[in-house]
């Protein structure tokens, strides 16, 4: 087709046409990549091969490569092909013209490169024998240092799909899976198309319970970049205080054990502050009979503590408050979880006369995004270590003598500039007790004489 073919003509977009719509009425949202190949997990591929990108790519000239393997041809993109990246970023381009300002897409995952576009493709090395550049090779083939051969793509095709991913979707959050360091970088550091961007990127993980959501090359102390000091690898483990970290289940355990598997994933969702994780992929989701019942105790914590858990509490009252003065409401907000909310969730107080009326709205002080904790977290039968902080709210003179009830609630703000599909979700649901049919929460009371 013409390259000035319109999107509706050049692409069909009719499932995630459908998925959004589904999610919209399920109070739901969405979040995609694209993946240009995929080394699993058919029962069987027509003719015998697994191909993801579109059946007229490999028509063009060097764009893709074939390796046979178990009787199966896997048709794989050359990353650093010039018109594999063209017809990549035209795609993205598209993506982002009908759904970035959709706010029923919550997240989109970096997309483009690697197995299932998570940012390696060890399948070419551990399975096809074809590793990438040694270690010390790297640099010069690649643009970057890349320490386990499951890297191929360069550093000028990596700033080419980045900056297709942060123009597509300069108003969603992005997540990127951490494996190859240079996208990283880019993505969390040194792109100039970061600048001005409401929302960092996150963290995209996969494996829970086998692997850490912290790419080997940030986390382990044999990693060039953690020997050397590398700065990034600071940024790499912050990231959570500023962005998400999404994981999910492995399905496959690991050599030490079933028990072992989901208390590593419990541990790894606290102290790597994860904030949120699949509800499929581990091994007893398949299996024809409960889990057990110290193996859902442990599975049961990881979803728990994932993500945020909010309370709000009164600090002592010192007594009546005289008719005609200011005073102070002093409340104690804490979060339970293992990381911070990242969506705009603006917490407010109700004061609430005792016929029911409300009488006055008060804007909290308290910022819920800067609430979290470091983790140091290993008795899995403990609950991570919490977050608070005292919102000192001043209330003006005016209130006639009586009682009034101080009642919480924290609603939901995170919409998309000149959105083009909108959502609304009712207030927060918080970690405690008394939630009213308004979304709020009884906190305190006080008198007026």
Request: aromatic share 10%.
């Amino acid at each position: 087709m013409p390259k000035n073919a319109p999107d509706h003509v050049k692409y069909d977009f009719s499932l995630i046409d459908r998925a959004l719509a589904a999610a919209h009425k399920a109070g739901r949202r969405v979040g995609f990549r694209v993946t240009a190949f995929n080394s699993c997990c058919e029962t069987s591929y027509p003719d015998a091969t697994d191909i993801s990108v579109p059946d007229w790519l490999p028509s063009l000239a060097g764009t893709t490569r074939s390796y046979r393997h178990d009787g199966v041809r896997y048709v794989i993109p050359d990353w650093n092909n010039k018109a594999y990246l063209s017809y990549f970023t035209d795609l993205l381009a598209a993506l982002g013209r009908r759904y970035d300002r959709d706010e029923r897409l919550a997240v989109v995952e970096m997309s483009g490169y690697g197995d299932f576009s998570e940012n390696h493709v060890a399948f070419l090395r551990d399975v096809l024998g074809s590793p990438g550049p040694a270690p010390e090779r790297s640099q010069s083939a690649l643009g970057y240092f890349s320490q386990y051969r499951d890297q191929y793509i360069t550093k000028d095709s990596i700033t080419v799909l980045v900056n297709a991913n942060l123009r597509a979707f300069p108003n969603t959050a992005l997540v990127t899976a951490t494996g190859n360091p240079e996208i990283t970088k880019q993505l969390f550091r040194d792109s100039p198309l970061l600048r001005g961007r409401r929302k960092p990127v996150g963290i995209r993980a996969d494996g829970l319970g086998a692997f850490d959501p912290i790419p080997t090359w940030a986390g382990n102390q044999y990693s060039r970049y953690v020997q050397i000091r590398d700065p990034i690898v600071n940024v790499v483990l912050n990231r959570y205080r500023t962005a998400p970290v999404v994981t999910e289940w492995i399905p496959n355990p690991p050599p030490t054990g079933i028990m072992d598997y989901y208390t590593t994933g419990l541990r790894d969702v606290v102290n790597r502050h994860v904030s949120m994780t699949s509800s499929t992929g581990f091994p007893g989701q398949l299996n024809a009979f409960p889990m057990p019942a110290d193996q859902y105790a442990v599975w049961v914590k990881a979803n728990k503590f994932s993500g945020y858990r909010y309370a709000v509490t009164a600090e002592p009252q010192a007594g009546p408050v005289p008719a005609g003065q200011p005073f102070n409401l002093r409340l104690r907000w804490t979060n339970f979880g293992s990381a911070p909310v990242y969506e705009r969730w603006h917490p407010r107080y109700d004061i609430v006369s005792s016929s029911g009326q409300v009488v006055r709205t008060l804007t909290a002080g308290t910022e819920l995004r800067g609430l979290v904790a470091d983790q140091s977290f290993t008795d899995v039968t403990a609950e991570p270590a919490a977050a608070s902080e005292v919102d000192t709210v001043p209330v003006d003179p005016g209130l006639p003598r009586g009682r009034y009830e101080v009642r919480a609630q924290v609603v939901w703000a995170e919409h998309k500039p000149n959105a083009t599909a909108r959502v609304d979700f009712p207030p927060m649901n918080l970690a405690q007790d008394g939630r009213d049919a308004d979304g709020r929460y009884p906190v305190t009371a006080f008198t007026v004489r």
